[in-house]
């Protein structure tokens, strides 16, 4: 039985990253995850992992919708057409008034 070492743990948050996340690079992910820490090279193998934990964390509670669905939402949303009926639906409902204080 092998010892999961911290080595190992990076590695497989790493290897994570990339399946969920396949649209963006390695270094961005490393970029991102070092940004809070400017004396980087003296790191140890645990202070990354816990900068690269805080790091999948926080990606994962904030995640965006697959590429996919964003440019279909920007796709449908540019439309000039589609802006337009959103602007007139809103001024229609801004212009009958609501309760407060009308």
Do not use: C
């Not at 991102?32 to 990354?48: A, R, T």
Request: glycine letters at 6%; proline letters at 4%.
């Amino acid at each position: 039985m092998s010892k999961v070492t911290e080595h190992s743990q990076i590695i497989e948050i790493l290897r994570q990253l990339k399946v969920e996340y396949p649209n963006q690079g390695i270094g961005r992910h490393l970029s991102n995850i070092l940004s809070d820490y400017p004396n980087y090279w003296g790191m140890s193998d645990k202070e990354f992992l816990f900068a690269l934990e805080k790091y999948k964390f926080e990606l994962d509670d904030n995640h965006l919708p697959p590429e996919k669905e964003i440019e279909k939402l920007v796709d449908e949303s540019s439309s000039i057409e589609n802006l337009r009926e959103g602007i007139d639906e809103y001024t229609e409902f801004d212009e009958e008034g609501d309760d407060y204080g009308d």
